[in-house]
């Protein structure tokens, strides 16, 4: 299945690339848009091996990751993983609804930027991304 792409809105400036992994659509769809008007382009994927393969085989500036792909999983840490060992530059935003201390430090140990909590403004997670990747979105 071919990944959900959200191509930014012309005349938005400099295009950058953002993968959102999650497996609920109603959480990719919203969240890709949102991003989309602010002039990224999302592609958005829903299991852990197409993120991955996605990681493998193009660039990105940024990945938002849900650590529950399955419903009752962690296979976003190991996609942090793959991310991690692909493109250790990129940064990783890791959101989920039930993140325990100890899975917090675990997602900071493979090398999360920022783990938040769902559900999120996505007002102030266009801010911690301006700050992860020093440009204004």
Do not use: C
């Amino acid at each position: 299945m071919e990944p959900k792409r959200y191509a930014p809105t012309p005349g938005n400036g400099a295009v950058r690339r953002m993968l959102l992994v999650d497996d609920e659509e109603a959480i990719r769809m919203p969240v890709g848009l949102y991003f989309r008007d602010l002039g990224w382009s999302v592609v958005g994927a829903a299991e852990p091996e197409e993120a991955e393969a996605l990681v493998e085989h193009e660039h990105f500036d940024l990945v938002i990751l849900d650590l529950a792909l399955t419903r009752f999983g962690r296979e976003g840490l190991e996609v942090l993983g793959t991310v991690r060992a692909m493109s250790p530059w990129v940064p990783v935003i890791v959101m989920s609804a039930h993140i325990s201390p100890e899975v917090e430090e675990e997602a900071r140990r493979l090398g999360a930027d920022a783990v938040l909590r769902k559900p999120q403004p996505l007002a102030e997670v266009a801010q911690l991304i301006d700050r992860l990747t020093g440009r204004p979105a």
